[in-house]
């Protein structure tokens, strides 16, 4: 079931946000995503883990989309990263595998608080 006056409240803050807020948005969905997976997972719920799964699927692949190749080296270790914390994601939705999830989860949440203390430093 929808709830209309969240989905416009979601709609507007996308259409008002930064590229950094944008940004943060994705890091936010994907780690909620992760970790509701694995408390799904743990649940025996293996069915409603898999939309979870995919979502954070789906930002990881956006995530390294926004990469900047001219940024050089930081941007080719993300890719590196994102990379690899997507292998772990479709290992654990093919497998039912909350050990792979952890681990793309380890890779993508110390990113998360990365760029949230980067745009604090940014915006004071």
């Not at 930064?18 to 719920?45: N, Q, Y």
């Not at 690899?84 to 380890?106: C, F």
Request: net charge neutral.
């Amino acid at each position: 079931m929808t709830n209309p006056a969240a989905d416009r409240y979601l709609t507007d803050r996308v259409m008002t946000a930064s590229p950094a807020e944008l940004t943060a948005m994705l890091f936010d969905a994907c780690v909620g995503a992760m970790k509701s997976s694995i408390r799904l997972h743990e649940a025996g719920e293996h069915l409603a883990a898999v939309p979870r799964l995919l979502k954070a699927q789906e930002i990881v692949l956006e995530l390294r989309c926004t990469l900047n190749p001219a940024a050089g080296d930081l941007a080719t270790r993300l890719d590196a990263l994102y990379t690899y914390a997507y292998g772990r994601l479709v290992e654990g939705n093919l497998r039912r595998n909350t050990g792979a999830v952890r681990e793309a989860l380890d890779v993508v949440e110390p990113l998360q608080l990365a760029w949230r203390q980067s745009c604090l430093q940014l915006a004071a």
